[in-house]
């Protein structure tokens, strides 16, 4: 199983402020089988980042993916009051599918 | 737009079987590019894939649930199930229902969710 270790825990920022999160895989990941989801309070996840930095549809680009191997990187350029929320990677390399920890990008 | 639905009971009890169901609407569960997904996430914690079903019948589990789940889907209603049986109070969690979906370019397969359900709260408890 790979395992995808996301850090840091929690981000403590300002609106306006840079965002990097990492995503850590146990072993080699093919870029393409690389995605990022946001989530809010009481709501389902939600595709931001796939292929590792393929904007989804209506995503903002404010928001950006990068990275390979076992690296991969979610960047938010300028945090807007609405991008505070957890972030999650997720891998289909290889089976079972796994999802990292999770980043949580609070207000400082 | 694919929207997906969740139902089922929100309390069950230790030792019995928790069953949901998704319906899909503005999509199919017979199409054969779409992998039609069960997600757990307990209070506070992170996801968890449970398993999918993919070309009306095919189906793959994660091996840390494999033994007490079952995934199955009804093409005359536009739906898939969730069984899980012997649950603990370690199964309490919101469960998803969401589709995992793939796309070809240039000689490669992304995979992503592209679609979830709201999210259904269920718990275990006597």
């Known amino acids: 199983e790979i395992v995808l270790t996301q850090s840091p825990g929690t981000l403590s920022l300002s609106p306006g402020e840079r965002a990097t999160l990492s995503c850590r895989a146990s072993?080699?990941?093919?870029?393409?089988?690389l995605a990022w989801y946001q989530q809010k309070r009481g709501q389902a996840p939600r595709l931001l980042i796939y292929?590792?930095?393929s904007r989804a549809t209506g995503i903002p680009d404010r928001f950006s993916g990068s990275g390979s191997g076992t690296d991969f990187t979610l960047t938010i350029s300028r945090l807007e009051p609405e991008d505070f929320a957890v972030y999650y990677c997720?891998?289909?390399?290889?089976?079972?599918?796994?999802f990292g920890g999770g980043t949580k990008v609070e207000i400082k | 737009q694919v929207q997906l639905q969740e139902s089922g009971p929100g309390l069950v009890r230790p030792s019995e079987t928790l069953s949901l169901t998704c319906t899909v609407s503005?999509?199919?569960?017979?199409?054969?590019?779409?992998?039609w997904s069960w997600i757990r996430q307990p209070p506070g914690k992170g996801l968890e894939w449970i398993a999918y079903?993919?070309?009306?019948?095919?189906?793959n589990y994660n091996p840390s649930l494999k033994s007490r789940v079952t995934i199955s889907v009804d093409t005359s209603k536009n739906q898939f199930s969730l069984k899980l049986s012997s649950v603990t109070a370690a199964d309490t969690a919101v469960y998803y229902c969401?589709?995992?979906?793939?796309?070809?370019?240039?000689?490669?397969?992304?995979?992503?969710?592209?679609?979830w359900g709201q999210g259904t709260l269920v718990t275990v408890s006597s």
């Open positions: 072993q080699s990941v093919s870029s393409n089988y």
């Open positions: 997720q891998q289909y390399d290889s089976s079972p599918l796994t």
């Open positions: 969401a589709r995992l979906t793939y796309y070809y370019d240039s000689r490669r397969y992304y995979y992503y969710f592209d679609y």
């Open positions: 079903i993919y070309n009306s019948g095919s189906t």
């Open positions: 503005g999509g199919s569960v017979s199409s054969g590019s779409d992998y």
């Open positions: 292929g590792a930095s």
